[in-house]
């Protein structure tokens, strides 16, 4: 697995001003306890209020668990966001995993397992279905980008999407590989050498997020305080 210390990001807020965050790359017992003592009470309160139809489709997981069955598996890697002292994001990524583009077939990519905002950033589990913090499955994505170009894989990442995400991954242009019937029948996802350098150089972000990703570009690509282990 390969660390850095930690990473200086901003969040975008509701209000269009931002807020300093970090980003890092392991799941910590202070992130984990934060799921516990905070996400889950949040979330279990705010599906007492909206029909089950409505439910996000991640709403049932445990990161406690994931960290449980992730934990000691040399080809699994965690990440976080942190910000104002709360953990308001966390990721699993599976390396190598294998691409499934034509022409690319068995080309090694980092593989998001699992990518979860806390609850107060997703929009169906607010009153006011606006988000606290913005841009953390952004950052995520940028984090997969860096870790598989530091792997050698060129930053090509892949990922199976809920159904509620997909119009997410859509807007980053990534290549739709259709559903899987291998996988819950979720749709595939993969994001090539070319395009994942395309987003962490900011040519592919949206305009109100310009400042997207400059700060994570430059800053965690200069192996000096990296260590791999």
């Not at 890092?24 to 909206?50: A, C, G, M, V």
């Not at 002292?85 to 397992?113: C, D, R």
Request: aromatic share 16%.
């Amino acid at each position: 697995m390969i660390y850095l210390n930690n990473c200086s990001i901003r969040l975008g807020t509701a209000s269009g001003s931002y807020r300093k965050a970090a980003l890092f790359t392991r799941i910590s017992e202070k992130n984990l306890r934060d799921y516990y003592d905070h996400w889950k009470p949040y979330k279990q309160n705010r599906l007492k209020k909206i029909p089950f139809e409505n439910y996000p489709d991640h709403w049932h997981w445990d990161w406690n668990a994931k960290h449980s069955n992730f934990t000691g598996q040399q080809s699994t890697q965690g990440f976080a966001i942190t910000c104002r002292n709360m953990t308001q994001g966390m990721m699993f990524v599976k390396a190598p995993y294998f691409s499934k583009l034509p022409g690319a077939e068995n080309h090694p990519l980092v593989y998001i397992e699992y990518l979860e905002s806390a609850p107060w950033n997703i929009k169906e589990f607010t009153d006011s279905g606006i988000e606290r913090y913005r841009d953390i499955g952004t950052y995520f994505l940028c984090a997969a980008i860096w870790l598989s170009k530091r792997k050698g894989y060129g930053g090509c990442i892949g990922l199976h999407s809920l159904i509620q995400t997909e119009s997410f991954y859509n807007k980053f242009k990534f290549v739709d590989l259709g559903n899987d019937e291998n996988y819950s029948n979720l749709r595939y996802y993969e994001m090539t050498a070319e395009q994942a350098s395309n987003l962490l150089n900011g040519r592919d972000l949206f305009p109100e997020q310009p400042y997207l990703m400059l700060n994570f570009a430059k800053k965690p690509l200069v192996p000096l305080k990296s260590r791999t282990a």
